[in-house]
């Protein structure tokens, strides 16, 4: 891994990544791959750490738990030579045609300069709040899950609890019809965000409504979620689905000029490429559906143009190897 008094040289990369996640590690092993010089750089946050066993994630047919395949990418990726910096990129501008990311390292406190002639951005998303009991171990118990997409299959017929959204406040408890006859859907504040057509769905549906305020949820002995409203109750439930909103981290692309949507959504092209030239974004952070893999399969179109677009990575010629004694060159 290059030190910090390399990277304050003028060494120049053909791509900086920013975020180490399943995006951001998966672009990196088909760069180098492309035998491109890559910075990969992670605070090491990466939401699939939370994660305690992904089912829907391919060619895992048992699950796999988020951290053990963050670092199977890790090692796929130190085979080609490469590896994560850790740390932060705390700014990211244009000097002289190039892009310049202020790079602090973990437990420095300057920042050194990296250059590079493109940039993918695989930052993701912060979580919204909503006071949860020991809220980590409940991730990690799966009494409190974050993505009805990847993992409803695995709460069948169990007793799901669900919280509702700012956008389309009763779709994921009617989703989650899909998978149990037993679901509850919680009014996250006061008024209630439900018109009379989210009513009758909710009705037609089956799924129960609470429209108390959601306050608070503690976990009981056996780890389950009891969900406290606003009326004083408490409600029990084997799964909670708090929907909590997100926020993109998408503030290195804003400064730039990136174009961004609702939730500060990176808005990518076909490509992954941003409307800054030269700046893609790849997995949680950019506009549509957050799955690990679709952040692995935008990683691969991200790196595969950008390969492309950079001057070509042509292979020197192979030393002429000396003839054996007794024959001929």
């Known amino acids: 891994m290059p030190t910090p008094s390399d990277l304050a040289t003028a060494h120049v990369y053909d791509t900086l990544i920013v975020g180490g996640g399943p995006g951001g590690l998966t672009a990196a092993i088909y760069l180098r791959r492309f035998t491109r010089n890559v910075a990969l750089v992670d605070k090491g946050n990466s939401r699939l750490r939370l994660i305690p066993v992904s089912h829907n994630y391919p060619g895992f047919p048992d699950g796999v738990p988020g951290h053990i395949l963050l670092a199977n990418l890790t090692t796929q990726l130190a085979r080609y030579g490469g590896s994560v910096m850790p740390g932060e990129v705390n700014d990211l501008r244009i000097e002289d045609g190039l892009f310049a990311a202020d790079y602090v390292p973990d437990g420095a406190q300057d920042a ?16 919204g709040g909503l006071p949860i009991e020991n809220w980590r171990e409940a991730v990690a118990f799966g009494s409190v899950r974050l993505c009805p997409v990847c993992d409803g299959f695995d709460v069948i017929d169990k007793h799901i609890a669900v919280a509702t959204a700012a956008v389309n406040p009763v779709g994921h408890a009617l989703f989650m019809r899909t998978f149990s006859a037993d679901v509850t859907l919680f009014e996250r504040g006061s008024p209630s965000m439900l018109g009379d057509d989210d009513r009758r769905r909710l009705v037609a549906a089956g799924v129960r409504y609470v429209d108390s305020p959601l306050l608070s949820v503690t976990l009981d002995a056996s780890m389950k979620p009891v969900l ?28 730039l000029g990136a174009r961004t949507a609702q939730c500060d959504e990176i808005v990518v092209g076909e490509h992954q490429e941003t409307t800054v030239p030269g700046l893609y974004a790849i997995g949680d952070v950019v506009v549509g559906l957050n799955q690990i893999a679709v952040a692995t399969g935008q990683a691969a179109r991200a790196a595969v143009r950008i390969h492309n677009q950079l001057p070509p990575a042509l292979r020197p010629p192979r030393p002429h190897l000396e003839a054996a004694p007794g024959t001929s060159a």
């Open 228 to 255: 406290h409203t606003g009326d004083g109750r408490a409600h029990e439930a084997d799964v909670f689905y708090p929907m909590l909103g997100e926020t993109a981290r998408s503030g290195l692309a804003a400064t």
């Open 112 to 127: 050194v300069t990296i250059r590079a002639h493109t940039v993918v951005l695989a930052t993701g998303v912060t979580d």
